[in-house]
Each structure stands twice: as structure tokens, then as C-alpha cells.
């Protein structure tokens, strides 16, 4: 469990069935936040669910697949 910034949080399961791949889910979550200068509207929270493979063929190189919102949920970041 990893806090990014304030009012987000992480969590990933990360699998490694060789040295070389891994892959990952990773579920984040992101609480309401004010949307205007005066706080009298609230963006929603919210959580998102990603996946990621990666092949690392050496030390140097990480070959990265990520595919964000993985369920393709509707959010809104802020209300403009």
C-alpha cells in the first residue's frame, strides 16, 4: 500500500513467475476533492484498477506494457 499524495493511495500485487517478467494489477484510489476556489463543489472519489507486464531482457532495459483504467470506468478529475 503506497500514498502518492494527499487523498490518493495504491495498491499492487505484483507477480514474477521468471527473473526476466513480472506483471502487475494495481488498484488506486482517489478521494473527493474540492472543485472550486470556495469548496461549494466536490469531485467524487474514485477508483481505478491497472495492469502492467514487464520484460526486463537486461540490466539496463525494462520493456514496459501498462494499460490504464483496465475497466474503463467514467471519472472526472476535476469539475471545470
Do not use: K
Not at 502487475?24 to 473527493?32: I, K, M, P, R
Not at 475497466?71 to 472526472?76: A, I
Amino acid at each position: 500500500l503506497m500514498f502518492q499524495n494527499e487523498g490518493e493511495c495504491r495498491l499492487a500485487l505484483e507477480w514474477r513467475p521468471a527473473r526476466a517478467w513480472s506483471a502487475a494489477l494495481e488498484v488506486q484510489g482517489f478521494s473527493s476533492t474540492p472543485a472550486s476556489d470556495r469548496n461549494r463543489d466536490q469531485v467524487p472519489g474514485h477508483a481505478l484498477v491497472n495492469a502492467r507486464i514487464v520484460h526486463r531482457p537486461d540490466q539496463r532495459i525494462a520493456l514496459t506494457a501498462r494499460v490504464d483504467n483496465l475497466l474503463d470506468r467514467d471519472y472526472s478529475s476535476a469539475l471545470i
